[in-house]
T-cell receptor, first 111, second 113 residues
Framework: QQPVQSPQAVILREGEDAVINCSSS?????VHWYRQKHGEAPVFLMI?????EQKGHEKISASFNEKKQQSSLYLTASQLSYSGTYFC????????????FGAGTQVVVTP | NAGVTQTPKFQVLKTGQSMTLQCAQD?????MYWYRQDPGMGLRLIYY???????DKGEVPNGYNVSRLNKREFSLRLESAAPSQTSVYFC????????????FGQGTRLTVV
């Protein structure tokens, strides 16, 4: 039931772009994105609601395709500070408040 | 404003021992959650509480019990610890009013030997 994230890991050079995907086998009510630095707690990035809404945080944006039950996170012109593990969290209509997280995508941005 | 506070930060237990992980939030949030984080598996929901006085099982509740003591506090108890419960535990909370972000505590790193 956990959403599936891909890729598992990505290595970027500063300034490069990357896409992280999150897909679910169930219809989604919302998708959340979080970033976790090593040894720290996950930190909220953004929420997307059904309707294909696209949001942004710094040069990080995301889209949500309700019909395909998937969301994508776009890291544009990556910075060293973007390094960390990115998690998508999903909420399904019949389990209000029960967020389920993907296994995470480790992002390493190098100089 | 402390946010979500977890205690302890680190703990080593022997197999069969019991302990309680404490979590408190000072943001007047209604919903609170306990997750465990294992390498390659992300965050898995153990239990959650939509409001004071209610609790519900998540994906991996076996071996755990919870208590929503009041609106601020949500504790997680391991009655008889097992090595499989070695993990990093995170408490989180969300404010009322619909779809909102989760605020996480700093985590408890638990090792069961």
């Amino acid at each position: 039931q956990q959403p599936v994230q891909s890729p598992q890991a990505v290595i970027l050079r500063e300034g490069e772009d990357a896409v992280i995907n999150c897909s679910s086998s169930k219809a989604l009510y919302s998708v959340h994105w979080y970033r976790q630095k090593h040894g720290e707690a996950p930190v909220f990035l953004m929420i997307l609601l059904k309707g294909g809404e696209q949001k942004g945080h710094e040069k990080i944006s995301a889209s949500f395709n309700e019909k395909k039950q998937q969301s994508s996170l776009y890291l544009t012109a990556s910075q060293l500070s973007y390094s960390g593990t990115y998690f998508c969290g999903t909420e399904i209509p019949d389990s209000w408040g029960k967020f389920q997280f993907g296994a995470g995508t480790q992002v390493v941005v190098t100089p | 404003n402390a946010g979500v506070t977890q205690t302890p930060k680190f703990q080593v237990l022997k197999t069969g021992q019991s302990m309680t992980l404490q979590c408190a939030q000072d943001m007047n949030h209604n919903s609170m959650y306990w997750y465990r984080q294992d390498p390659g598996m992300g965050l898995r929901l153990i239990y959650y509480s939509a409001s004071e006085g209610t609790t519900d099982k998540g994906e991996v509740p076996n071996g755990y019990n919870v208590s929503r003591l009041n609106k601020r506090e949500f504790s997680l108890r391991l009655e008889s610890a097992a090595p499989s419960q070695t993990s990093v535990y995170f408490c989180a909370s969300t404010r009322p009013g619909g779809i909102t972000e989760a605020f996480f505590g700093q985590g408890t790193r638990l090792t069961v030997v």
